[in-house]
Structures are given as structure tokens and as C-alpha cells.
């Protein structure tokens, strides 16, 4: 069994930053893309950022020079540096993460979302 835990949302202003983290645990074999995806109040999830094994990253245009994907595979983390926050980034963050688990196919696995809000 697999379980993602995120933490590092909360209350920050416009113009601050914000560190989150989504750790994964059990039976991991490999794992190759960890990324994170948000939703905000009635809007479709979206893909923020992801990054494979190998290193490479994807952005989504709106967070290009302001959010940075990072991930630890020795502790199987994946984190997400938020700088230069506006209101427009108040969101819940999900991470996602495709995991080889043991005695399962490969999927996508979701955490459970930590709420981030920017607001002075």
C-alpha cells in the first residue's frame, strides 16, 4: 500500500513564499514523475509542475520563474519552492505521483491536497 503525505500549505501574503513537501511511502519499487497539480474554488485541477527521474521539469507558463520543483529520491519527496505568491496561486495542492509499488501496476497516486491561500 501507498500513501502520500503533503504538508507545508497555509497563510501567506501577497508577494511571500511557501515550501511544500509530499513524502511517499510503502511498498515503492520505483517511482518516476512526481509533480504537483492544484484546484482552486470552481475551477478544473491543473498541472503546476512536474519532474521525472531523470531531472527533467515541466512548468505550467503562470508559475514559470516563480515556483521550483525539487524532489529527494532517496527519501522519495518531492517539494515545491513557492516564491513571489499572488492571490491568483490560492489554491489546494495536490501532489501526484506515479509509483511502481510492489505487486501492483504502475499509477498515479494523490495526496490528499494542503490548502494554500495568499491574502494580506
Known amino acids: 500500500q501507498v500513501r502520500l503525505v503533503e504538508s507545508g500549505g497555509g497563510l501567506v501574503q501577497p508577494g511571500g513564499s511557501l515550501r511544500l513537501s509530499c513524502a511517499a511511502s510503502?511498498?515503492?519499487?520505483?517511482?518516476?514523475?512526481m509533480g504537483w497539480y492544484r484546484q482552486a474554488p470552481g475551477k478544473q485541477r491543473e498541472l503546476v509542475a512536474s519532474?521525472?527521474?531523470?531531472?527533467?521539469?515541466n512548468y505550467a507558463d503562470y508559475v514559470k520563474g516563480r515556483f521550483t520543483i525539487s524532489r529527494d529520491n532517496a527519501k522519495n519527496t518531492v517539494y515545491l519552492q513557492m516564491n513571489s505568491l499572488e492571490p491568483e496561486d490560492t489554491a489546494v495542492y495536490y501532489c501526484?505521483?506515479?509509483?511502481?509499488?510492489?505487486?501492483?501496476?504502475?499509477?498515479?497516486?494523490w495526496g490528499r491536497g494542503t490548502l494554500v491561500t495568499v491574502s494580506s
Open positions: 501526484n505521483v506515479h509509483i511502481q509499488a510492489l505487486g501492483a501496476f504502475g499509477m498515479p497516486y
Open positions: 519532474m521525472v527521474t531523470g531531472g527533467s521539469t
Open positions: 510503502g511498498s515503492i519499487l520505483s517511482i518516476n514523475m
